[in-house]
């Protein structure tokens, strides 16, 4: 071996070992919380409730939905780290009336979810930072009313998205805090065409009129497990 490349593996094995010397990993776990304006549900749900007599008898989709987020960070350094992770949240909606049209009582419950698979990398300045992820999101309907006794899957869709988001984080001697404020852009639209046809089953408009990109925002409040380097 020559000294060169004798010189050249030292290096490589210094440089490995100061790697994994200023690495580390912690487990994730928290709330996430965002904001979602379905335009096409919504539309959908206001035809539908032109059957009611009442103005307070609207099905809306909602606006806000809640849940949680686990995974995990592994940081090279100081400065950057990989994130992984999984994101679910949910939102209902609900009417209950007579209709106008056919005088039957209307009771009909929908449940929206999104679950969210992502990997990023972030980069940090102290405590504040930045990040950015690629997903893999599913988007779910379902539907119950008075004349089903069970939920029925009405629309579960995947599309790619990506996550913006900005790093606030507070570490102590046994973990630490992240606020995250985040806006999440699908690079495919969702299709809504089996919402319409669940509602009205006689629609005659081309599936493509049901397409809609989605963009959310929301925050993401996490902990991370272990003392922080």
């Known amino acids: 071996m020559s000294i060169q490349s004798l010189r050249t593996l030292i290096c490589s094995v210094l440089l490995c070992t100061a790697f994994y010397a200023n690495a580390q990993f912690n487990i994730k776990v928290g709330y996430n919380g965002n904001y979602a304006d379905f335009k096409k549900t919504a539309d959908i749900f206001n035809r539908f409730s032109d059957q009611f007599s009442s103005d307070d008898q609207k099905l809306k ?19 950057f780290g990989v ?5 679910s949240t949910n939102g209902q909606s609900k009417v209950t009336g007579l209709s106008s049209q056919t005088s039957e009582l209307v009771d009909s419950e929908w449940k929206i979810s999104h679950s969210n698979l992502y990997l990023g990398l972030e980069n940090y300045v102290g405590s504040y930072g930045y990040g950015a992820t690629l997903g893999y999101q599913r988007l779910k309907y379902t539907n119950k009313t008075n ?22 984080e507070y570490a102590s001697s046994v973990n630490s805090f992240s606020f995250r404020p985040f806006v999440t852009i699908n690079w495919q639209p969702y299709n809504f065409h089996t919402v319409e046809l669940a509602i009205f089953p006689d629609t005659k408009l081309p599936i493509t ?21």
């Open 61 to 79: 989709p909602p606006k806000i939905y809640h849940g949680i987020e686990f995974g995990a960070r592994y940081k090279f350094s100081e400065y």
């Open 83 to 87: 994130d992984v992770g999984i994101s």
């Open 147 to 168: 004349l089903n006794s069970e939920s029925l899957e009405i629309l579960k869709q995947n599309a790619l998205n990506s996550k913006f988001y900005l790093i606030f």
């Open 209 to 229: 009129d049901y397409d809609e990109d989605l963009m959310v925002f929301g925050i993401s409040l996490i902990i991370y497990n272990g003392p922080q380097k």
